[in-house]
Protein backbone atom coordinates (compact mmCIF):
# COMPACT_ATOMS: atom_id res chain seq x y z
CA UNK A 1 0.00 0.00 0.00
CA UNK A 2 2.76 2.51 1.26
CA UNK A 3 4.58 1.24 -2.28
CA UNK A 4 1.87 2.22 -4.54
CA UNK A 5 1.07 5.41 -2.85
CA UNK A 6 4.40 6.65 -3.39
CA UNK A 7 4.55 5.47 -7.40
CA UNK A 8 1.40 7.29 -7.52
CA UNK A 9 2.63 10.69 -6.00
CA UNK A 10 5.98 10.11 -8.00
CA UNK A 11 3.97 9.72 -10.91
CA UNK A 12 1.80 12.69 -10.43
CA UNK A 13 4.93 15.21 -9.92
CA UNK A 14 6.42 14.13 -13.37
CA UNK A 15 3.62 14.05 -15.47
CA UNK A 16 2.64 17.38 -14.13
CA UNK A 17 5.70 19.27 -13.45
CA UNK A 18 9.36 19.88 -15.26
CA UNK A 19 10.14 20.89 -18.38
CA UNK A 20 12.81 19.53 -21.96
CA UNK A 21 15.01 22.62 -21.19
CA UNK A 22 16.07 23.15 -17.54
CA UNK A 23 15.75 26.58 -16.45
CA UNK A 24 18.35 28.67 -14.18
CA UNK A 25 19.16 27.41 -11.24
CA UNK A 26 18.07 30.15 -8.19
CA UNK A 27 20.91 32.36 -6.34
CA UNK A 28 21.24 30.02 -3.21
CA UNK A 29 21.71 33.28 -1.12
CA UNK A 30 18.08 34.40 -1.58
CA UNK A 31 16.62 30.92 -1.34
CA UNK A 32 18.09 30.79 2.15
CA UNK A 33 16.66 33.83 2.95
CA UNK A 34 13.33 32.38 1.90
CA UNK A 35 13.76 29.64 3.51
CA UNK A 36 14.30 31.63 7.16
CA UNK A 37 11.38 33.97 6.31
CA UNK A 38 9.33 30.47 6.23
CA UNK A 39 10.61 28.27 9.53
CA UNK A 40 8.61 28.51 12.02
CA UNK A 41 11.37 26.15 14.25
CA UNK A 42 14.08 23.70 13.98
CA UNK A 43 13.72 23.11 10.04
CA UNK A 44 15.79 22.53 6.74
CA UNK A 45 15.10 23.09 3.17
CA UNK A 46 16.16 22.23 -0.01
CA UNK A 47 15.95 22.78 -3.82
CA UNK A 48 14.50 20.64 -6.26
CA UNK A 49 14.83 20.90 -10.35
CA UNK A 50 12.01 19.14 -11.69
CA UNK A 51 13.56 19.37 -14.93
CA UNK A 52 15.73 16.71 -14.22
CA UNK A 53 13.83 15.50 -11.14
CA UNK A 54 16.49 15.80 -8.61
CA UNK A 55 17.86 18.09 -5.56
CA UNK A 56 19.82 20.52 -6.66
CA UNK A 57 20.65 21.60 -2.64
CA UNK A 58 19.98 20.40 0.56
CA UNK A 59 20.55 22.16 3.49
CA UNK A 60 22.82 20.56 6.52
CA UNK A 61 20.52 21.13 9.31
CA UNK A 62 18.86 18.42 7.59
CA UNK A 63 20.98 15.50 9.94
CA UNK A 64 20.38 17.45 12.85
CA UNK A 65 16.39 17.28 12.28
CA UNK A 66 16.34 13.73 10.55
CA UNK A 67 19.36 11.93 10.58
CA UNK A 68 20.35 12.09 6.96
CA UNK A 69 22.47 12.81 5.26
CA UNK A 70 22.15 15.76 2.69
CA UNK A 71 23.57 13.81 -0.24
CA UNK A 72 20.95 10.45 1.10
CA UNK A 73 17.96 12.90 0.30
CA UNK A 74 15.36 13.11 -2.97
CA UNK A 75 11.94 12.61 -3.63
CA UNK A 76 12.28 8.44 -3.50
CA UNK A 77 13.60 9.47 0.36
CA UNK A 78 11.32 12.43 1.40
CA UNK A 79 8.26 10.10 0.66
CA UNK A 80 9.75 7.07 2.65
CA UNK A 81 10.29 8.77 6.07
CA UNK A 82 6.48 9.89 5.26
CA UNK A 83 3.88 8.36 7.75
CA UNK A 84 2.51 5.51 5.84
CA UNK A 85 -0.83 6.41 7.18
CA UNK A 86 -0.28 9.69 5.82
CA UNK A 87 1.02 8.84 2.20
CA UNK A 88 -2.73 9.28 0.67
CA UNK A 89 -2.64 12.30 2.66
CA UNK A 90 -0.04 13.74 0.49
CA UNK A 91 -1.38 12.45 -3.02
CA UNK A 92 -4.66 14.03 -2.08
CA UNK A 93 -2.76 17.51 -0.99
CA UNK A 94 -0.58 17.44 -3.67
CA UNK A 95 -2.93 17.19 -6.74
CA UNK A 96 -5.15 19.98 -4.65
CA UNK A 97 -1.63 22.20 -5.04
CA UNK A 98 -1.41 21.40 -8.62
CA UNK A 99 -4.87 22.32 -9.17
CA UNK A 100 -4.50 25.43 -8.08
CA UNK A 101 -1.30 26.49 -9.28
CA UNK A 102 -1.35 25.54 -12.68
CA UNK A 103 -5.57 25.89 -13.23
CA UNK A 104 -6.03 28.56 -11.11
CA UNK A 105 -3.45 30.93 -11.29
CA UNK A 106 -2.11 32.64 -14.20
CA UNK A 107 1.43 31.57 -14.62
CA UNK A 108 3.18 35.01 -13.80
CA UNK A 109 1.77 34.62 -9.98
CA UNK A 110 2.50 31.27 -9.44
CA UNK A 111 5.81 32.03 -7.42
CA UNK A 112 4.21 34.38 -5.51
CA UNK A 113 2.42 31.58 -3.41
CA UNK A 114 3.46 29.12 -0.99
CA UNK A 115 1.84 25.61 -0.57
CA UNK A 116 1.86 25.00 3.26
CA UNK A 117 0.35 21.55 4.98
CA UNK A 118 1.18 19.34 8.01
CA UNK A 119 2.40 15.57 7.62
CA UNK A 120 3.94 13.15 9.95
CA UNK A 121 8.03 12.43 9.52
CA UNK A 122 10.34 10.08 10.75
CA UNK A 123 13.69 10.52 12.61
CA UNK A 124 16.47 8.79 12.84
CA UNK A 125 15.02 7.07 15.82
CA UNK A 126 12.12 5.74 14.51
CA UNK A 127 9.52 8.10 16.01
CA UNK A 128 7.68 10.43 14.01
CA UNK A 129 6.98 14.50 14.98
CA UNK A 130 4.36 16.52 13.19
CA UNK A 131 6.01 18.29 10.23
CA UNK A 132 4.69 21.71 8.77
CA UNK A 133 5.95 21.21 5.02
CA UNK A 134 6.17 24.51 2.97
CA UNK A 135 7.10 25.38 -0.60
CA UNK A 136 7.20 27.58 -3.49
CA UNK A 137 7.97 27.69 -7.12
CA UNK A 138 11.14 29.71 -7.85
CA UNK A 139 10.81 29.95 -11.18
CA UNK A 140 9.47 28.46 -14.39
CA UNK A 141 10.58 26.90 -17.38
CA UNK A 142 10.12 28.67 -21.01
CA UNK A 143 7.48 26.66 -21.40
CA UNK A 144 5.85 28.34 -18.03
CA UNK A 145 6.03 25.06 -16.02
CA UNK A 146 7.56 24.69 -12.49
CA UNK A 147 11.04 24.45 -12.61
CA UNK A 148 12.92 24.87 -9.38
CA UNK A 149 11.02 25.05 -6.04
CA UNK A 150 12.22 25.10 -2.73
CA UNK A 151 10.85 23.52 0.03
CA UNK A 152 11.24 23.68 3.77
CA UNK A 153 10.53 21.10 6.33
CA UNK A 154 9.68 22.40 10.08
CA UNK A 155 9.29 20.46 12.92
CA UNK A 156 5.98 21.72 14.95
CA UNK A 157 5.43 18.92 17.32
CA UNK A 158 5.85 21.28 20.09
CA UNK A 159 1.79 23.30 18.63
CA UNK A 160 0.44 19.85 17.87
CA UNK A 161 0.13 16.30 16.82
CA UNK A 162 -1.63 15.36 14.14
CA UNK A 163 -2.17 16.21 10.83
CA UNK A 164 -5.04 17.69 9.24
CA UNK A 165 -7.34 17.17 6.48
CA UNK A 166 -6.46 21.07 4.80
CA UNK A 167 -3.94 22.81 2.97
CA UNK A 168 -3.28 26.62 2.32
CA UNK A 169 -2.27 28.76 -0.16
CA UNK A 170 -0.47 32.15 0.92
CA UNK A 171 0.36 34.65 -1.31
CA UNK A 172 3.78 36.21 -0.03
CA UNK A 173 3.25 39.71 -1.38
CA UNK A 174 0.27 39.83 1.61
CA UNK A 175 -2.70 40.15 -0.58
CA UNK A 176 -5.50 37.27 -1.53
CA UNK A 177 -4.36 33.71 0.22
CA UNK A 178 -6.95 30.27 0.47
CA UNK A 179 -6.39 29.32 3.96
CA UNK A 180 -6.98 25.84 5.64
CA UNK A 181 -9.31 24.54 2.33
CA UNK A 182 -10.43 20.97 3.05
CA UNK A 183 -8.81 18.37 0.51
CA UNK A 184 -11.71 16.03 0.79
CA UNK A 185 -14.06 18.92 -0.46
CA UNK A 186 -12.07 20.72 -2.35
CA UNK A 187 -13.15 24.01 -3.53
CA UNK A 188 -10.93 27.14 -3.86
CA UNK A 189 -12.41 30.07 -2.26
CA UNK A 190 -10.63 33.19 -1.06
CA UNK A 191 -10.20 33.73 2.74
CA UNK A 192 -7.71 36.46 3.19
CA UNK A 193 -6.23 39.00 2.82
CA UNK A 194 -4.61 37.74 6.03
CA UNK A 195 -5.09 40.11 9.02
CA UNK A 196 -3.85 39.88 12.63
CA UNK A 197 -4.74 42.05 15.54
CA UNK A 198 -0.98 41.87 16.13
CA UNK A 199 1.56 45.07 15.09
CA UNK A 200 4.80 44.11 13.24
CA UNK A 201 6.46 44.31 16.38
CA UNK A 202 4.65 42.00 18.01
CA UNK A 203 4.96 39.69 15.12
CA UNK A 204 8.58 40.14 15.27
CA UNK A 205 8.41 38.95 18.67
CA UNK A 206 6.14 36.43 17.92
CA UNK A 207 8.50 34.84 15.19
CA UNK A 208 11.38 35.06 17.85
CA UNK A 209 9.42 32.96 20.20
CA UNK A 210 7.90 30.70 17.77
CA UNK A 211 11.97 30.23 16.85
CA UNK A 212 12.86 29.19 20.94
CA UNK A 213 14.33 32.69 21.56
CA UNK A 214 14.77 33.98 25.37
CA UNK A 215 13.81 36.95 26.49
CA UNK A 216 17.47 38.52 26.71
CA UNK A 217 18.08 37.08 22.96
CA UNK A 218 15.00 38.87 21.29
CA UNK A 219 15.91 41.74 23.09
CA UNK A 220 19.56 41.57 21.80
CA UNK A 221 18.54 40.54 18.40
CA UNK A 222 15.60 43.89 18.03
CA UNK A 223 18.07 46.02 20.17
CA UNK A 224 15.17 46.34 22.60
CA UNK A 225 15.09 45.86 26.80
CA UNK A 226 13.96 42.71 28.16
CA UNK A 227 11.59 44.83 29.70
CA UNK A 228 10.28 45.84 26.62
CA UNK A 229 10.13 42.17 25.06
CA UNK A 230 8.00 41.05 27.92
CA UNK A 231 5.42 44.00 27.23
CA UNK A 232 5.17 42.68 23.55
CA UNK A 233 4.78 39.46 25.10
CA UNK A 234 1.61 40.96 27.63
CA UNK A 235 -0.28 42.38 24.70
CA UNK A 236 0.67 39.59 22.56
CA UNK A 237 -1.74 37.22 25.03
CA UNK A 238 -3.94 40.11 25.45
CA UNK A 239 -4.75 41.02 22.18
CA UNK A 240 -5.30 36.68 21.42
CA UNK A 241 -7.27 36.51 25.03
CA UNK A 242 -7.82 32.90 26.36
CA UNK A 243 -5.19 31.72 24.24
CA UNK A 244 -1.71 30.41 25.37
CA UNK A 245 1.24 31.43 23.73
CA UNK A 246 1.49 28.11 21.95
CA UNK A 247 -2.03 28.52 20.97
CA UNK A 248 -0.95 32.11 19.10
CA UNK A 249 1.85 31.13 17.45
CA UNK A 250 0.39 27.82 16.04
CA UNK A 251 -2.25 30.03 14.93
CA UNK A 252 -0.34 32.30 13.15
CA UNK A 253 2.02 29.58 11.20
CA UNK A 254 -1.09 28.44 9.87
CA UNK A 255 -2.14 31.89 8.33
CA UNK A 256 1.17 32.51 7.49
CA UNK A 257 2.08 35.28 9.01
CA UNK A 258 4.91 33.94 10.48
Not at 107 to 119: A, C, F, G, W
Request: glycine share 4%; with cysteine; aromatic share 8%.
Amino acid sequence: MKDEESKKIIHLWKTSMGAAVPAQPPNLKVVDQVANYFSTGTYFYYIFDFSIFQMKYVHHTIKNQLGILPEEFGADKFLEIIHPDDLPLVRKKEECALHFLQEYLQPEDITRYKVSYTIRMRRSDGSYYLNLHQSTALNLSEEGRIAHVVGTETNIEHLSRSPDNTISFIDLKGNDSYLNLDIDHFKIERNSPINTSLSPKEIDVLRKISLGSSTKEIADFMNISPNTVRTHRQNILKKEEGKTMAEVISGHIRLGII
